[in-house]
């Protein structure tokens, strides 16, 4: 496809999701109306297969995904980071949560594979694939494709795929409408003076930086931030990935922040941050453009399966694990929810929550401050670190 074109198009949908999600006050996220535009639009071949690589956007978001990182990082202050300890626990749970409710399904539907596939898959193959995909990004579909494939499972390698392609078509609706009701508690909180205003921030000033000045423009803290993004690939590599890349970054920008390298939101006031932040939302939009209607088909009773009764997990785990320290439901559930796209979602859901809520500047910016933090932390403890842990060795019963 034309580049030029196929860059067009990706900004005309992103531009009449961003209109659909502001009319709606966030009622229809952006990246819901954006997912769904691209599904039907793929499925139906209006958009050819490579409209996304075509746009260049897909192989800038590779690059750049690391750089957002350091910049949540730098949203972030330390004690934030270290209150955040009941966001993990939840995390963990509702992973524990999502392979309890795949088990009880498999106990009660059985364990006869769809058709058309090569190999004999259990039911309990397809708990464990599911597990990895509902709670994990692309390095637990990775290592659930690795063991199905070694026993020629093919159908069992295709799940994880395809639940990974369509769960931000659930995960996003049902986290906007959820966060949205936070939000509205919070805004209630806000004004009875029960939620402190948002930190009053350097917002954007070099105040916040020892950088000299030659490295606070755009090109000087793109370097910066890319020697940070080159330092978490390096310990990524010495840790044989037991450090993942996203979580070092993540953590060195909440450090330089607190050591005063970095100024929070170190990336505000740059040229490229929107550019940049549209081109990782295409990584979200990417599994779609291989998703065959033929593949839903012959995998559409686990695929129902394994979504509803996850949702059911989630909730139930996410939910009373929460309120036992001390979170409310809708936060608690949102949190849970985390785990069916992580970040960017985590970001934009939560901005856009505050911002639908929010009468004032002042108002909106007191609710995303006390949601981001837990949902950018929620994203990382059950995709990145619990669900890779977790799948790593579930998968070995595969086959079995």
């Not at 034309?2 to 952006?30: E, G, H, I, Y």
């Not at 949203?75 to 795949?102: H, N, P, S, Y």
């Not at 058709?115 to 692309?138: I, K, N, Q, R």
């Amino acid at each position: 496809m034309n580049p030029v074109l196929a860059f067009v198009v990706v900004m005309a949908v992103w531009t009449v999701s961003d209109l659909v999600a502001k009319k709606t006050r966030s009622l229809l996220s952006s990246l819901f109306v954006a997912s769904l535009i691209f599904l039907v639009g793929f499925l139906t071949d209006v958009f050819p297969d490579d409209l996304l690589s075509s746009s260049a956007l897909l192989g800038l978001g590779g690059v750049v995904v690391g750089f957002i990182i350091v910049h949540l990082g730098t949203l972030i202050g330390l004690d934030d980071f270290r209150k955040q300890w009941r966001t993990l626990l939840v995390g963990i749970a509702t992973v524990v949560g999502i392979g309890i409710a795949l088990l009880v399904a498999a106990l009660i539907f059985g364990g006869r594979a769809p058709g058309g596939y090569e190999g004999v898959a259990s039911a309990l193959d397809f708990v464990v694939a599911g597990t990895g995909a509902l709670s994990g990004g692309t390095i637990s579909v990775l290592i659930v494709q690795e063991a199905a494939l070694g026993f020629g499972l093919t159908s069992v390698a295709i799940f994880p795929v395809l639940i990974a392609a369509l769960q931000g078509l659930v995960g996003f609706p049902l986290t906007s409408l959820i966060l949205r009701r936070e939000a509205q508690r919070l805004k209630v909180a806000y004004r009875a003076g029960d939620l402190p205003p948002a930190p009053a921030a350097e917002e954007g000033t070099a105040a916040g930086t020892r950088l000299p000045a030659a490295l606070r423009t755009t090109a000087g803290t793109l370097f910066v931030i890319g020697v940070v993004v080159l330092v978490s690939i390096g310990v990524d590599g010495l840790t044989d990935g037991v450090l993942n890349t996203f979580v070092v970054a993540l953590l060195l920008g909440i450090t330089l922040r607190a050591a005063g390298v970095l100024k929070p939101s170190a990336l505000a006031g740059i040229d490229a941050l929107g550019l940049m932040m549209i081109s990782i939302l295409i990584l979200v939009f990417a599994p779609l453009a291989g998703v065959s209607p033929s593949d839903v088909a012959a995998l559409a009773l686990p695929l129902a399966l394994a979504f509803v009764f996850g949702l059911v997990g989630i909730t139930l785990f996410a939910a009373a694990v929460g309120k036992l320290l001390g979170y409310s439901v809708p936060m608690s559930v949102a949190i849970g929810l985390t785990s069916l796209y992580g970040f960017p979602g985590t970001l934009i859901l939560s901005q856009e929550a505050a911002r639908g809520a929010g009468e004032t500047a002042d108002e909106a910016a007191a609710i995303e401050a006390a949601i981001l933090p837990k949902m950018i932390v929620a994203g990382f403890s059950t995709v990145t670190i619990t669900s890779v842990v977790v799948t790593s060795i579930i998968a070995a019963g595969i086959g079995g």
